[in-house]
């Protein structure tokens, strides 16, 4: 079986070797999207055994995530796998991805523990969860989540614009308007928290209004 990852990263000199090395004891070949990167992301990523694309600046995680996925099909891999470059995504996970797609599902999404994590983040993503499956009801329960896999039939069907974070979001609405079959699979995640991500959760939901109502 034939397994492509693809792995967006702005400046993740720190962790993109780890997880490029961490990653290729499950899949085939690993594509880094550079996305503009004013350090080392793109040679330490080479070194670690990664095809890498390297965007000539910062067009955001969607446009990346949507270059990486386009190089994926070209592939014609039987799975793409997609993590996010920062270190939150354990490739120890991928054979679970793999094991629910034998089982039967068209796509596979992480759902993060989260009990670490400081309360407002908490609520944030509970609010965002629950209004995006109002809009759009597929029962992820993590929908602010990167770390997702699917099939190259699946990946052909989806028809993404996002250029940031409002990447995630789009993944729902897509597997909403595909009628895919969903599966999930809980990771733990390290201690660590972004910034407080309120203005981009509302964002994000601004976008899948837009998305789902043809704005």
Known sequence: MKIV???????????????????KKYVKKIVVIDDG???????????????????????????AAR???????QLK???IISLDGDGQHNPKYIPHFINEIKNGADYVCARRDLSNYPIDRKIGNWGLKTLTNLLCPTGIQDTECGYRAFTLRV????KLKAERYERDAEFAYEVWKNKLKVSQ??????????????????KNFFYLLKRRFGR
């Open 77 to 79: 891999p039987d799975i």
């Open 67 to 73: 270059t990486g996925l386009k190089k994926a099909i």
């Open 5 to 23: 990852a693809i792995i967006p990263a702005f400046n993740e000199e720190k962790h993109i070797g780890k997880l490029v090395k961490n990653t």
């Open 185 to 202: 699979v809980k990771i733990k995640v390290p201690i660590f928290h972004p910034k407080s991500a309120i203005i981009r959760g509302f």
């Open 155 to 158: 990946a052909k069907k989806f």
């Open 37 to 63: 990167s004013s350090d080392n992301t793109a040679r330490v990523a080479k070194k670690a055994g990664a095809e890498v694309i390297k965007l000539k600046k910062n067009r955001g995680v969607g446009f």
